[in-house]
T-cell receptor, first 114, second 112 residues
Framework: NAGVTQTPKFQVLKTGQSMTLQCAQD?????MSWYRQDPGMGLRLIHY???????DQGEVPNGYNVSRSTTEDFPLRLLSAAPSQTSVYFC?????????????FGEGSRLTVL | AQSVTQLGSHVSVSEGALVLLRCNYS??????LFWYVQYPNQGLQLLLK??????LVKGINGFEAEFKKSETSFHLTKPSAHMSDAAEYFC??????????FGAGTTVTVRA
């Protein structure tokens, strides 16, 4: 019973490098999203998707790119890493319209940009 | 647009004492309201939610919250704190049941 799986759990990058954070869910959820968590700021929405081929920007999208080619996968790409992107990243998924209101979270990916 | 304000970034309580975490929201439409809990080095998990109907909502681990429209509040309470309640708690609001906006979080420590 995997749920939401994020990889890698830890990553260190140098400024200017690019990388992809992977997210996969096995619950057939329509909705998938990426948040970043920073001390004192809670979770802020980066990008989200309501289905394969559909993505939209959240509150803090700059410097990040997403795509949704399948229902299961929702990778987050950092195009040119900056120290301000040092954070813990969470992927979360949910059904839409089922009125469950429950986001299922991965365990997080801790990113450090030097 | 929706937003959430959590009053108090840290709360310290004695074991057995009341836990009260405050949350106020703003929303242009009837809101969906949530409380999530995060234990160290883990993702968030749902404690309870309000969508429609009864304004007093009961969740897991003995927590409950009351939706007060006139006060735009959704405060979280637990009558008697346990050591296992030490965690970070997040209030969240949405105008649907999936795209959530989170507050800054409140860290709860429990003293023996």
């Amino acid at each position: 019973n995997a749920g939401v799986t994020q990889t890698p759990k830890f990553q260190v990058l140098k400024t200017g490098q690019s990388m992809t954070l992977q997210c996969a869910q096995d619950m057939n959820h329509e909705y998938m999203s990426w948040y970043r968590q920073d001390p004192g700021m809670g979770l802020r929405l980066i990008h989200y998707s309501v289905g394969a081929g559909i993505t939209d920007q959240g509150e803090v999208p700059n410097g990040y790119n997403v795509s949704r080619s399948t229902t299961e996968d929702f990778p987050l790409r950092l195009l040119s890493a900056a120290p301000s992107q040092t954070s813990v990243y969470f992927c979360a998924s949910s059904y839409i319209g089922a009125n469950t209101g429950e986001l299922f979270f991965g365990e997080g990916s801790r990113l450090t940009v030097l | 647009a929706q937003s959430v304000t959590q009053l108090g970034s840290h709360v310290s309580v004695s074991e057995g004492a009341l836990v009260l975490l405050r949350c106020n929201y703003s929303s242009s439409v009837p809101p969906y309201l949530f409380w999530y809990v995060q234990y160290p080095n883990q993702g968030l998990q749902l404690l309870l939610k309000y969508t429609t109907g009864a304004t007093l909502v009961k969740g897991i681990n003995g927590f409950e919250a009351e939706f007060k429209k006139s006060e735009t509040s959704f405060h979280l309470t637990k009558p008697s704190a346990h050591m296992s309640d030490a965690a970070e708690y997040f209030c969240a609001v949405s105008d649907n049941d999936y795209k959530l906006s989170f507050g800054a979080g409140t860290t709860v420590t429990v003293r023996a």
